[in-house]
Each structure stands twice: as structure tokens, then as C-alpha cells.
């Protein structure tokens, strides 16, 4: 009888080593694991900022469709555009703006990102202000991406 009890101590103790080892790995390896952000939830907030404000609905509203992005006018808007989400995104996120008529695609443009994976695109189209004579609504897209780590 001395010997089981013996034998019976030595085996408790090692399913407390076990079970104190499994504890510990999954401890450690829920710390390994990467948060991911949403950025998709980031986007309309900035959206609606541009929507409410005067001034940006403006710039939006005077954008000339029918001119190239790299008109000076039309790269003078998205430049303060630009600057605006600048603020409002965190470090570490790519962004880009495009601004089209509301029949038309946004596409991404030259700075495509190299990751193909967790681009986020939200759009939303600002129409016209009171003071306007005519009704000439424009698409604001917002594209966000994380930067590659090299």
C-alpha cells in the first residue's frame, strides 16, 4: 500500500506540472497574437467631418471633374484634403483621396499598395451647397491601408 500512495503523489504532481506548463503557453502565446485594427470604422467619421464642414464641402464641391487630378486647382483640393485625414489617421496608415462624379468608379490610383490585403475603401457622395445655382454633387473616396514593414 506505502508504494501506491507513493506513486499516486508522483503522478498528481506531474499533471500539476502539466497543467501549470499549459497554462503558461497559453498565456504566452495569447500575447503573441496581433491585434488587428478595423479601419473600415475609421473612415466615415472622417466622411462626415468633410460633409459637415463648409469650408471642405466647398473644396469638395469645387473640384472640376472634368479637368485631370493634376490640374493645380484640383491637386490644390486634394492636398488639403489629404492634410485633413492626415490629422485624423493615425501613424502607420497610408491614405489616399479621390473625388469623381457620382456615376463614376474611384479608383485607387498610383499609390496602390504593394499588400494587397486590408485596403479600405468608404466613399460618400457630398452634394450641393444652398448657395449654389447648380445641383453638381461629387464622390469622396477614402482609401486606408497599414504601411509595410520592411
Given at each position: 500500500?506505502v508504494?501506491?500512495?507513493?506513486f499516486?503523489?508522483?503522478?498528481?504532481?506531474?499533471?500539476?506540472i502539466?497543467?501549470?506548463?499549459a497554462?503558461?503557453?497559453i498565456l504566452v502565446?495569447r500575447?503573441n497574437?496581433k491585434k488587428?485594427?478595423?479601419l473600415?470604422?475609421?473612415?466615415?467619421?472622417?466622411?462626415?467631418?468633410i460633409?459637415v464642414s463648409?469650408n471642405?464641402?466647398s473644396?469638395?464641391l469645387?473640384?472640376?471633374v472634368s479637368?485631370?487630378e493634376?490640374?493645380?486647382?484640383?491637386?490644390a483640393?486634394?492636398t488639403r484634403?489629404?492634410d485633413?485625414?492626415?490629422?485624423?489617421?493615425r501613424?502607420?496608415?497610408?491614405?489616399?483621396?479621390?473625388?469623381?462624379?457620382?456615376?463614376?468608379?474611384?479608383?485607387?490610383?498610383?499609390?496602390?499598395p504593394?499588400?494587397?490585403?486590408?485596403?479600405?475603401?468608404?466613399?460618400?457622395?457630398i452634394?450641393s451647397d444652398?448657395?449654389?445655382d447648380?445641383f453638381s454633387p461629387?464622390?469622396?473616396?477614402?482609401?486606408?491601408w497599414?504601411?509595410l514593414?520592411?
Open positions: 500500500m508504494n501506491r500512495k507513493g499516486i503523489k508522483i503522478v498528481e504532481a506531474s499533471i500539476a502539466l497543467v501549470i506548463f497554462v503558461i503557453i502565446s500575447d497574437i488587428t485594427e478595423d473600415s470604422k475609421t473612415i466615415p467619421p472622417i466622411l462626415e467631418e460633409a463648409n471642405l464641402r473644396e469638395v469645387n473640384y472640376d479637368k485631370n493634376n490640374d493645380p486647382v484640383n491637386s483640393i486634394i484634403l489629404k485633413f485625414v492626415g490629422k485624423r489617421v501613424a502607420g496608415i497610408n491614405y489616399d483621396i479621390k473625388i469623381c462624379k457620382t456615376d463614376e468608379l474611384c479608383p485607387i490610383g498610383e499609390n496602390y504593394l499588400n494587397k490585403d486590408g485596403i479600405y475603401a468608404v466613399e460618400r457622395i452634394s444652398l448657395d449654389r447648380e461629387r464622390k469622396v473616396k477614402i482609401f486606408l497599414k504601411s514593414k520592411l
